[in-house]
DNA sequence: CTGTTTATGTCTGATACCGTACCGACTTGT
DNA sequence: ACAAGTCGGTACGGTATCAGACATAAACAG
């Protein structure tokens, strides 16, 4: 087998890092599909590997006592997971699976924690995602207070378009209202009114992103402040 | 003036680091009091000085385009501020300021900076304060997705309670409004239902908790996580 | 083709919360 | 003591969203 060659790849970490950086890590990378509803990472167990996805879409959720719960986070090939490994933390109470299918590079946990010591480079930039992350939740906690179901499902939307390849998005309404934390009902509602607008086309288990732009300037007030935060943090994706 | 002892500082930090640690940042540290609304850190502007408050609640909020906004994080005796320093982040885009006086003592940003690069058990200590502050976050987000108000409104007096000394919190309907992105009157009746419960009393400008224990029965679903998470990572307070 | 599952569309009534306005009560300054 | 400002209580109509049930429709398995 050859090795994995670092123009290669498509997540946005593994091309960012320095070459030095990536070479260290090269071996310990192994390449794992990642179907739908595949677990990252569970609430409060330590995780075996950390993953830097190459395709697909994991949400990180949250969870209450009483089992209500709502995504805090979504990771593409832009991330990696769990961010809770360059802060120290050995697990996080979250719980973080794929939404759309995918694929990842994976290395076990321990590995990359050593590596991340001795590497302040590294270091530095996944620090750096740690924090874009933080700011993604802070904003999805803005939003959920502040916005209506509409705008927060086109902010979603687009923020997985933002991590896919094409523009269809494949998920159920059922599945959407459990990330938005809505009744199921009221996503259908939602993107009737999105569809309506022409911006998106949606059929069943299919979500076709129709104009970007539009669906942008729709979801001004509630899209984009933690996408800026990425570019200055990190740099523009490929 | 004498130095400044470690066993007499009242930030959890400050307390729980090294006294090595401890004995590289004295001679930076400078003594401040914090009047209220004085801001610890502007959005998208490199702050001068880290902050470990002895006493007061700081508020971190985040606002979107059109000008909405709601709290994402408190922080008291338990924190510092701002975490993103840990992170490499050079500054975020949150405004963070005082919303209950206090004092703190602070230390020059980059002073800081230096220090945490040198020593790995102060990084590591910050880091893990980064994650809790992530976490805590997050399960706001969770609370406005799925939270009546007068949960939310128990929560956020509960974590504020954490934070100060007596059992009375100074602050207007109005500003608490804000804090949990809610219509002033829907805070006046709120806290005229926690009242009623006999959980608080509640006078101009004041609330004072009553009943602690009964308080957090109320708010089980949305208090609790993530100070478990606290101290988990960095350990209980004193 | 048929029955079963899964996904979506729709309805009805309830309710939590909003926007706005207004008024009284307390606080502060002169 | 009086005016001016701040803060809190209340009311009214409007609406976004909920809870739950039910009906269709597409996909699937035999």
């Known amino acids: ?74 990771i593409g090939r832009d991330g990696m997971t769990p961010a809770s490994l360059v802060l120290d933390a050995g697990h996080d109470p979250y719980s973080i699976f794929m939404q759309v299918q995918g694929e990842a590079y994976r290395i076990p946990y321990a590995s990359l924690q050593a590596l991340i010591h001795e590497d302040r480079d590294l270091h530095g930039l996944l620090a750096r995602y740690a ?20 705008e927060r499902l086109a902010r979603w939307i687009l ?5 896919s390849d094409g523009n269809e998005i494949s998920l159920t309404h059922e599945f959407l209202s459990i990330m938005l934390a809505v009744r199921r009902p009221s996503v259908t509602t939602a993107l009737h009114m999105l569809e309506g607008k022409k911006l998106i086309y949606s059929e069943r288990g299919v979500i076709i992103v129709r104009d970007r732009a539009a669906l942008e300037a729709f979801a001004h007030d509630v899209y984009g402040e933690c996408e800026k935060e990425y570019e200055r943090l990190i740099g523009t994706r490929p």
Not at 133 to 150: E, F, K, M, P, R
């Open 1 to 74: 087998m050859g090795e994995i060659r670092q123009d290669m790849v498509r997540n946005n970490l593994l091309r960012l890092m320095s070459a030095d950086s990536f070479g260290r890590l090269r071996g310990d990378l192994e390449w794992v599909e990642l179907p739908r509803a595949f677990e990252l990472s569970r609430p409060n167990e330590a995780c075996p590997y950390a993953y830097f996805p190459e395709a697909g879409i994991a949400s990180i959720v949250a969870k209450s006592p009483e089992g209500q719960q709502t995504e805090i986070g979504v």
């Open 131 to 150: 924090q874009a992350l933080a700011v993604q939740s802070a904003y999805t906690a803005l939003s959920n207070a502040v916005h209506h179901i509409d």
């Open 159 to 163: 923020m997985c378009h933002d991590r």
